[in-house]
């Protein structure tokens, strides 16, 4: 059986900027390729916020529904454990949410209507058996869970290889062994053994890694979120599972735009660095679609010399050009130090919650967790987190 994985569209990213359409554009270009497999598997962050605007709600629908329109020989044949499942038409679709969609227990996520127009199956905790013909594929899934909770949120979900056939395991987490610069709990150690692969979505950089026998898969995202060095030399793709053979082939998308990472080494004065920056970004070629393009300047200036970086942008209107100015005098950069050192690398989400468990500990609060309570208070939901406290709402 051939299996599509097309990850972290993020629908709706940059939304109201020049940037709108591109989520849109390269997420059904990820969706048409797919359509030449038996069934396709999406690990989550299709969309870009927990709440969506109703506009991007439904362009998704749109694009996700392309699959129920194209024919497949494959069915969801039930599910593990039993329950209701919409009824799919066309190439079935599997899905989970990610941390970008992540609602308290109890709301809705934006994944679950997709689920509840009949475009996909979302999984969290639980399995769906694909067939074709004799060939059957068991798909599990758990949906974006907080990084600390997410080993034992791993662990009570019990997932076990069904015998008989080829068991995929799909996931939206940081791991230890990939993630750098913000805080992951999880590592390939905590993987149940025996799947045959281990599909993570979170990672917008595709790469494979084997350990003790386990091979964890990240298919990397269809749009570009982050301007990294990496980003530059990969394109942006998705790949076929065969579970016949365990291979896994990717496909390049044409539609991403262009993008570009330069640096430059500053020395000298700031006019100098100016002029080089200026040699070389009129040197990245024209498109349809303007180019992206990150500028780092590195290095040291004499005391007092800086950079109008805005002056640099502004020569160039046909790129998106983004400008990481690191080069300053030694006293700027010691005063940057400093303040980077009072800082946690810490994600907002972390810091926030973290803030919020020591708050509650203080109150001697014994209710439900505490992310439940921090999701509703980011949607502004204050009456509903004030009964969740005091018992009076359903967790």
Known sequence: MRIAIASDF?????WGTERAEDSFIQGKEAIEKSLA??????????FDSRVPKQEIIGRAMHIVGLASLSPSSAIIEKAIPERALPKLHGTPVIAIHGNHERRASGLTNPVQLLEAAGLCVVLHGNAVVL??????????????????????????????????????????????????????????DDLPPGFDLYVNGHI????????????????????????????????????????????LQPEELATPRKFYYVEINAAGSASAVAEQA???????????RKPLVKLRITGT?????????????????????????????????????????GHSKKSVDELGLSILQKNLEQANYDGPEAYKLLQLLVEGKQDEA??????????
């Open 10 to 14: 993020h629908f709706g990213y940059a």
């Open 37 to 46: 497999a038996d069934a396709i598997i999406l690990p989550g962050d299709i």
């Open 386 to 395: 004030a009964k969740l406290i005091f018992g009076e709402y359903p967790s």
């Open 301 to 341: 200036l004499a005391p007092g010399a800086s950079i109008n970086a805005k002056a640099i942008a502004l020569q160039f209107p046909g790129l998106m050009l983004s400008v990481d100015n690191e080069a300053e005098s030694k006293q700027f950069k010691r005063r940057v130090e400093l303040l980077r050192e």
């Open 278 to 288: 200026a040699g070389r970004l009129s040197k990245i070629p024209a498109s349809a």
């Open 131 to 188: 067939r074709k013909g004799e060939e059957r594929v068991a798909i599990h899934g758990m949906g974006g869970v907080p990084e600390q909770y997410a080993p034992l949120a791993l662990k009570e979900c019990g997932f076990k290889p069904l015998p008989g056939m080829a068991n995929i395991l799909v996931l939206h987490q940081g791991f230890r062994e990939h993630v750098y610069g913000e805080m992951a709990y999880l590592s390939m």
């Open 204 to 247: 917008h950089l595709s790469g494979i890694r084997e350990k003790g026998g386990k091979i964890l898969f990240h298919p990397g995202s269809t749009i570009l979120t982050q301007m990294k060095k990496a980003e530059a030399k990969q394109p942006k793709r998705i790949w076929i599972y065969d579970s016949a053979t365990g291979g």
